[in-house]
Nanobody, 121 residues
Framework: QVQLVESGGGSVQAGGSLRLSCAAS????????MGWFRQAPGKEREGVAS???????SYSESVKGRFTISKDSARKILYLQMNSLKPEDTAMYYC???????????????WGRGTQVTVSS
């Protein structure tokens, strides 16, 4: 049974940092694409960062240069290091996964429950 559990959210002032973690169970991390998404109140969910099976990363333009996604396949943990946080980064952050042995990542089908990040000005 695939499970994803996020942690590390909290409240921080603008310019601060947080590191989110996503503990995965029930599957082998190295065979999956993993990603972080976020959803602010009244807004649609948006992709923040992703990492594919070989470890290639991609980021949304709004977080590029400030956020870093990484994974520890042995420990089955996905991370999102968030630096230089801005009030507009305030959202619920979700971890997601999808099985993929291909070059590209298909649509994510496993989701965690989320962890709240609040950035004050």
């Amino acid at each position: 049974q695939v499970q994803l559990v996020e942690s590390g959210g909290g409240s921080v002032q603008a310019g601060g940092s947080l590191r989110l973690s996503c503990a995965a169970s029930g599957f082998t991390l190295s065979n999956y694409c993993m990603g972080w998404f976020r959803q602010a109140p009244g807004k649609e969910r948006e992709g923040v960062a992703s990492i594919d099976r070989p470890g290639r990363t991609s980021y949304s333009e709004s977080v590029k240069g400030r956020f870093t996604i990484s994974k520890d396949s042995a420990r089955k943990i996905l991370y999102l290091q968030m630096n230089s946080l801005k009030p507009e980064d305030t959202a619920m952050y979700y971890c997601a996964a999808v099985f993929s042995l291909a070059v590209t990542c298909p649509q994510y089908n496993y989701w965690g429950r989320g962890t709240q990040v609040t950035v004050s000005s």
